[in-house]
């Protein structure tokens, strides 16, 4: 079992910023893809990017592609997502997930731990 919280959020405006960081716990850490998803008011959750088990793959929505990016450090049990030129419609609250997979998913539903999630507000 794997238990992720996420941290880094806050405001941030267009065009900075900002990293977020998703701390594990458990010692196979290791073993699990990584995914970064969001949810906007009213909106449904989203995928925002994804890294394999070694960090060797990484995935991206389109509408984030060369402005984040994801990585993880798997001797710290933390995944990142840097967010370069945020915009204001990035505005969500970001969530970090985890499941056993050799290729991470892009759908919610096929992740098996989440996180509490964490707000991040891009202001124009």
């Known amino acids: 079992q794997v238990q992720l919280a996420e941290f880094g959020g806050g405001l941030v405006q267009a065009g900075g910023s900002l990293r977020l960081s998703c701390a594990a716990s458990?010692?196979?850490?290791?073993?699990?893809?990584m995914g970064w998803f969001r949810q906007a008011p009213g909106k449904e959750r989203e995928f925002v990017a994804a890294?394999?088990?070694?960090?060797?793959?990484?995935y991206y929505a389109d509408f984030v592609k060369g402005r984040f990016t994801i990585s993880r450090d798997n001797a710290k049990n933390t995944a990142y997502l840097q967010m370069n030129s945020p915009k204001p419609e990035d505005t969500a609250v970001y969530y970090c997930?985890?499941?056993?997979?050799?290729?991470?998913?892009?759908?919610?539903?096929?992740?098996?731990?989440w996180g509490q999630g964490t707000q991040v507000t891009v202001s124009s």
């Open positions: 997930a985890a499941v056993a997979a050799l290729r991470p998913p892009i759908v919610p539903g096929a992740y098996d731990y």
């Open positions: 458990g010692r196979t850490f290791s073993s699990y893809a």
């Open positions: 890294i394999s088990w070694s960090g060797s793959s990484t």
